[in-house]
Nanobody, 122 residues
Framework: VQLQASGGGLVQAGGSLRLSCAGS????????MGWIRQAPGKGREFVAS????????YYSDSVKGRFTISRDTAKNMVYLQMNSLKPEDTAVYYC????????????????WGQGTLVTVSS
């Protein structure tokens, strides 16, 4: 599975961004999809994930109510709509794919795309 993330950029606090991830290779629809982020000087953090069917969604407490993950199985796409952005959301965001949606163990996630940088200014 190859994953290509896009949509990062510079935004002011309170603003919005939409990240996109295009999947290719093996049947992407067979995998749960998600987003992991890494802020400067910090470890990787789970952000959100969606099950294979799209019925089950998971969010970290830090983004719940502000971010929305969705997927378009027909297009092999996954999206992360980020609203009410805060400076602490500044990070490199990675699109990922794995067997199961509750991505509890980041180090065990099977497929990673390249990151896209999101910078939120205060």
């Amino acid at each position: 599975v190859q994953l290509q993330a896009s949509g990062g950029g510079l935004v002011q606090a309170g603003g919005s961004l939409r990240l996109s991830c295009a999947g290719s290779g093996r049947t992407v629809s067979r995998y749960a999809m998600g987003w992991i982020r890494q802020a400067p000087g910090k470890g990787r953090e789970f952000v959100a994930s969606v099950s294979r069917s799209g019925d089950s969604l998971y969010y970290s407490d830090s983004v719940k109510g502000r971010f929305t993950i969705s997927r378009d199985t027909a297009k092999n796409m996954v999206y992360l709509q980020m609203n009410s952005l805060k400076p602490e959301d500044t990070a490199v965001y990675y699109c990922v794919a794995d067997d199961l949606a509750p991505m509890k163990y980041i180090s065990a996630i099977e497929y990673w795309g390249q990151g896209t940088l999101v910078t939120v200014s205060s």
